[in-house]
C-alpha cells in the first residue's frame, strides 16, 4: 500500500474537542421525519428527548447540515471539469427517492477526511470519520426561561402556517411546533486527531473543521428555513485540547482555549486555536 492509499494512519495522537453555545435566532424546528395529521395532534411536531420530553438538536441533523455545506464549499473550489453528476457520486436510497451526495477515496478529500465514506459507488473502501457530532440539548437557563412562558405546550410554541393553493387559493392551514427565538443549546464535537501536531494533515483537518463551522453559522437548521426558520449563531466557543499523553497516569496536560466576550469566532478559530494546537 503506498501513501496515497491510506485514509487514515490507525494512529490516535490526541483528541479536540470543540463545545459552545448554539442560539436560536429564529424559531427551529427539527421535525421528527414521521409528519402525520393526527386528529387533535400536531402536524409536525418536533423532535424531544424520549425521557425528559424536552426538545433538542440530534447530533445527527447538525453532522448531516455540516457534511452537505462542506461538500458544496468543497465543489465550488474544485475546478470546473468535474461535473456535479461526478462530484456527487453517491446515490443513497432514502425511502422511494434517490439522494445524491459526495464521498471518494481521495485521502486529500477535506470532506471524506472528517465524515469518512462508505465501500459502493466507485468507492472502493470504508472510509472511518475523524469527527463526531453530539446531540445538542437545551442548556438550564434557557430551560427555566421557556418552562415560564405559557404557550400550552413543553418548552415549544405553535406556529400556524397556510399553504394556498395556487388555483383555487384556498388556504390550508398547518400547525408547525418549534423552539422559540432566543432557545440556547450547548453543542459538542471531537474530532479523533490521526496525524502527529506537525504534520500538514493535522492542521488541514482543524482548517476544514472552522470552516465547516463558520458555513453553519451562516447557514440555517432544521425545516421550513426558506420561511425564514432556523437561524443561529455560535458564540462562546471553547476547544480542549488532549493530547496521548493526557490519557496516561503521570501526565494531565490539556490545553483549554474559549473564545473571548468580543472576540469574533473566525479570528478565535483561524488564529489562536490553529496556532496554539499545531505548534
Ligand atoms: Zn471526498
Do not use: W
Not at 146 to 166: F, H, P, V
Request: aromatic share 8%; glycine share 8%.
Amino acid at each position: 500500500m503506498t501513501e496515497k492509499d491510506l485514509t487514515t494512519s490507525g494512529k490516535l495522537y490526541g483528541k479536540v474537542f470543540i463545545e459552545g453555545k448554539i442560539i436560536s435566532l429564529t424559531g427551529l424546528h427539527i421535525g421528527t421525519g414521521k409528519e402525520t395529521m393526527e386528529i387533535g395532534g400536531l402536524d409536525m411536531p418536533v423532535v424531544r428527548d424520549p425521557l425528559t420530553r424536552e426538545p433538542y438538536i440530534p447530533g445527527s441533523s447538525i453532522k448531516g447540515k455540516m457534511r452537505s455545506l462542506l461538500e458544496k464549499f468543497e465543489f465550488a473550489r474544485s475546478g470546473k471539469d468535474i461535473t456535479p453528476e461526478s462530484y456527487f457520486s453517491k446515490i443513497i436510497k432514502s425511502g422511494s427517492e434517490e439522494i445524491r451526495h459526495h464521498e471518494c477515496d481521495n485521502d486529500n478529500c477535506p470532506v471524506c477526511r472528517l465524515y469518512g465514506a462508505s465501500k459502493g459507488n466507485g468507492v472502493k473502501k470504508n472510509r472511518p470519520a475523524r469527527i463526531y457530532v453530539h446531540d445538542a440539548h437545551l442548556i438550564e437557563e434557557s430551560k427555566k426561561e421557556l418552562q415560564g412562558i405559557d404557550t400550552g405546550l413543553y418548552l415549544t410554541e405553535l406556529k400556524y402556517e397556510n399553504t394556498l393553493d395556487r388555483l383555487t387559493s384556498a388556504a390550508s392551514p398547518r400547525q408547525i411546533e418549534r423552539v422559540p427565538k432566543g432557545a440556547e443549546f450547548k453543542f459538542s464535537m471531537v474530532y479523533n486527531q490521526d496525524e502527529p501536531k506537525d504534520s500538514a494533515l493535522f492542521k488541514k483537518d482543524l482548517e476544514s473543521i472552522f470552516t465547516n463551522i463558520l458555513l453553519l453559522e451562516d447557514d440555517a437548521l432544521g425545516g421550513s428555513v426558506s420561511r425564514g426558520y432556523g437561524r443561529i449563531d455560535i458564540q462562546k466557543v471553547k476547544i480542549i485540547y488532549r493530547d496521548a499523553e493526557y490519557y496516561t497516569q503521570e501526565n494531565k496536560k490539556e490545553i483549554v482555549l474559549e473564545q473571548g466576550e468580543s472576540e469574533d469566532l473566525k479570528t478565535f478559530l483561524f488564529e489562536r486555536v490553529i496556532k496554539e494546537l499545531t505548534k
